[in-house]
T-cell receptor, first 114, second 112 residues
Framework: NAGVTQTPKFRVLKTGQSMTLLCAQDMNHEYMYWYRQDPGMGLRLIHYSVGEGTTAKGEVPDGYNVSRLKKQNFLLGLESAAPSQTSVYFC?????????????FGPGTRLTVL | QKEVEQDPGPLSVPEGAIVSLNCTYSNSAFQYFMWYRQYSRKGPELLMYTYSSGNKEDGRFTAQVDKSSKYISLFIRDSQPSDSATYLC????????????FGSGTQLTVLP
């Protein structure tokens, strides 16, 4: 049981390049989330999904797109990377049937945009 | 003003000290309160969870919630070097998407 995994672990992009971050979970969770973590800012929600085929915007969605074609995968895309998107990106998942809100996090992806 | 405010520290204490970490919030709809621990270059992991007001104890850790003051605390007794990490408070109103609002995190170092 791997939990939540993220690919890649590190990436360096040039301004204007595109990339996709992959999140996978093997816990059969319905809810999945993408966050970014910047110094002094805590975790900020980018996009989230409450089920296969559904996505919604979080607090800081501009410049990002997401897709949830399969229940176990949640993809985060950067179409034209900017230096302001340099950050650590975390994916998380949550099961719908539990009454409280524990989210299980992946190990993170460190992205640098030059 | 942020919905959740947390002193970023850094906080440095000697081994064996009692540590107090705190968050304040402004959204009265929050009813689920959590503390996550994040080791360096790792993802956050749930440490303590409390529903509504009250105290919860788990070993050396105690979480307190005072909804009337919109204030939550995490106490660590007999702190250990292995407790050195960033502690993030998180809150939720329990909506359909189970979204969490996080504090900015407090970096704690426990010196041997």
């Amino acid at each position: 049981n791997a939990g939540v995994t993220q690919t890649p672990k590190f990436r360096v992009l040039k301004t204007g390049q595109s990339m996709t971050l992959l999140c996978a979970q093997d816990m059969n969770h319905e809810y999945m989330y993408w966050y970014r973590q910047d110094p002094g800012m805590g975790l900020r929600l980018i996009h989230y999904s409450v089920g296969e085929g559904t996505t919604a915007k979080g607090e800081v969605p501009d410049g990002y797109n997401v897709s949830r074609l399969k229940k176990q995968n949640f993809l985060l895309g950067l179409e034209s990377a900017a230096p302001s998107q340099t950050s650590v990106y975390f994916c998380a998942s949550n099961i719908r049937t539990v009454s409280y809100n524990e989210q299980f996090f992946g190990p993170g992806t460190r992205l640098t945009v030059l | 003003q942020k919905e959740v405010e947390q002193d970023p520290g850094p906080l440095s204490v000697p081994e064996g000290a009692i540590v107090s970490l705190n968050c304040t919030y402004s959204n009265s709809a929050f009813q689920y309160f959590m503390w996550y621990r994040q080791y360096s270059r790792k993802g956050p992991e749930l440490l303590m969870y409390t529903y509504s007001s009250g105290n919860k104890e788990d070993g050396r850790f105690t979480a307190q919630v005072d909804k009337s003051s919109k204030y939550i605390s995490l106490f660590i007794r007999d702190s250990q070097p292995s407790d050195s990490a960033t502690y993030l408070c998180a809150m939720s109103s329990g909506g359909s998407a189970r979204q969490l609002t996080f504090g900015s995190g407090t970096q704690l170092t426990v010196l041997p």
